[in-house]
């Protein structure tokens, strides 16, 4: 796992995702907002990454199928088409057994079996299994780098665009305030400092969500998305221990018929203390406490 942890922030989302969620390369992109290959180029470089230097003979197309078919992401033919290949090639399967050991925290029996082949194969895998230890670790950079950013994510927090609209029981006013984050100059683009990944807590819902905290010039903001929700005005975000120990962070804005949800917000500097991130749907317009739970996600923003 500490090679999984030592990947790039948008490379260990994308492989959480596919692998815990069972998404495709298209159903994670949908989510992310962006095209198919590109989620497929940053899950190629993240094998790449956890894999052996010294590939032998093995080609990097092929190498690229083998990443397919460990994460899921092949039909029955070619699922079939890649194990006969398994089969015949010693580097193949040496390189699979690496990178599948590297996942197997992750995805667990999710994972497909790498095919058994002869002596010569478990030797091969022995000596690229030294060569992976031996070899200090280095950060290799992305193809296509960057973050997963959510759109309009960095303009928002450059231009100080509304985010999060208030309504939690402290307020003093009867009229819903606006949460706005500082404005920053251009001076550089947001940082990932975390990514929490948000699944549904209510049985049977097919909601997903992704969270990041983001930084810049000194400021911190939580920017979530999420799909596949039913439509209402009465989402809201929470930092969360338990029902009693939450801390209300806005309604987020209305979501419509296509499901989806946006939205921004300061990061409160006592977030530290909280262990979740929750998105709840509400029944009154000033909750005091969270309602009923649709989104959750395990929050380590570095506290006790």
């Known amino acids: ?54 590939t032998g003979d093995l080609e990097s197309e092929r190498q690229d199928d083998i990443s397919d078919f460990l994460l899921g992401q092949q039909t029955a033919s070619q699922r079939a088409a890649t194990r006969e290949f398994l089969e015949t090639s010693a580097a193949g399967r040496a390189w699979a057994r690496v990178v599948a050991a590297e996942l197997r925290p992750i995805g667990g029996d999710a994972l497909p079996d790498i095919p058994a082949g002869g002596r010569e194969v478990d030797e091969a895998f022995d000596a690229l299994e030294a060569r992976k230890v031996a070899r200090q670790e280095r950060a290799k950079s992305s193809r ?16 100080g665009g509304v985010l999060l609209i208030g309504g939690g029981d402290d307020e003093s006013d009867d009229t819903p305030t606006t949460t706005q984050a500082a404005s920053t100059g251009p001076t550089g683009s947001p940082s990932v400092d975390a990514q929490i990944n948000l699944t549904a807590a209510v049985q049977g819902s097919k909601a997903l969500g992704v969270a990041q905290v983001l930084s810049q010039d000194g400021q911190r903001a939580l ?50 203390k909280f262990r979740q991130l929750v998105i709840t749907k509400e029944k009154v317009d000033r909750p005091s406490k969270p309602g009923t739970i649709v989104l959750r996600g395990q929050l380590d923003l570095g506290g006790n």
Request: aromatic share 4%; net charge negative; hydrophobic share 45%.
């Open 1 to 54: 796992m500490a090679r999984v942890d030592d990947l790039p922030a948008d490379q260990k989302a994308v492989i959480q995702l596919l692998l815990k969620q069972g998404k495709t390369y298209d159903e994670l992109a949908a989510l992310l907002r962006l095209d198919g290959a590109g989620v497929r180029d940053r899950a190629l470089d993240a094998l790449d990454s956890l894999g052996p230097d010294d």
């Open 144 to 159: 296509l780098g960057g973050l997963l950013v959510l759109i309009g994510v960095g303009v928002a927090i450059a231009v």
């Open 223 to 272: 920017a979530v998305t999420a799909q596949d929700l039913q439509p209402s005005s009465r989402y809201v975000v929470w930092l969360y221990n338990s029902p009693s120990d939450a801390q209300f962070l806005g309604f987020a804005p209305p979501v419509g018929d296509d499901g989806r949800l946006s939205g921004l917000a300061p990061v409160p500097t006592e977030a530290t």
